[in-house]
């Protein structure tokens, strides 16, 4: 399983990996991110040609990404809201 890291522009340092899952019926042609920092963890669906180059679009990946659990209303474990520093 392929991890990078990245640094956004607010200078938070995201790790990203791939997710085993993925819809059956994208799997060849999608890949579902994860994106990890200390205080939040997001996710997105992107062509496999998106992330298997060089140097992915990070920003635009994250842009796209949505809150993990937000699409099946899943609360965070401990059932803690997330935390994001202003």
């Known amino acids: 399983m392929m991890e990078r890291v990245f640094?956004?522009?607010?200078?938070?340092i995201?790790?990203?990996?791939v997710r085993?899952?993925?819809r059956r019926t994208e799997a060849d042609t999608h890949v579902t991110?994860?994106?990890?920092t200390d205080y939040e963890c997001r996710v997105?669906?992107?062509?496999?040609?998106?992330?298997?180059?060089?140097?992915?679009?990070?920003?635009a990946l994250l842009a796209r990404s949505v809150?993990?659990?937000?699409?099946h209303n899943v609360t965070p474990?401990?059932?803690?809201?997330?935390?994001r520093p202003e």
Not at 7 to 12: L, V
Not at 33 to 36: G, Q
Not at 67 to 71: C, E, H, I, M, P
Not at 77 to 83: H, I
């Open 33 to 36: 991110l994860e994106l990890m």
């Open 20 to 22: 085993p899952e993925v």
């Open 44 to 59: 997105v669906s992107c062509l496999r040609e998106e992330w298997e180059v060089a140097a992915p679009d990070f920003p």
């Open 7 to 12: 640094i956004a522009p607010d200078r938070r």
């Open 67 to 71: 809150a993990s659990g937000a699409s």
């Open 14 to 17: 995201w790790f990203v990996r």
């Open 77 to 83: 474990p401990g059932g803690t809201p997330v935390f």
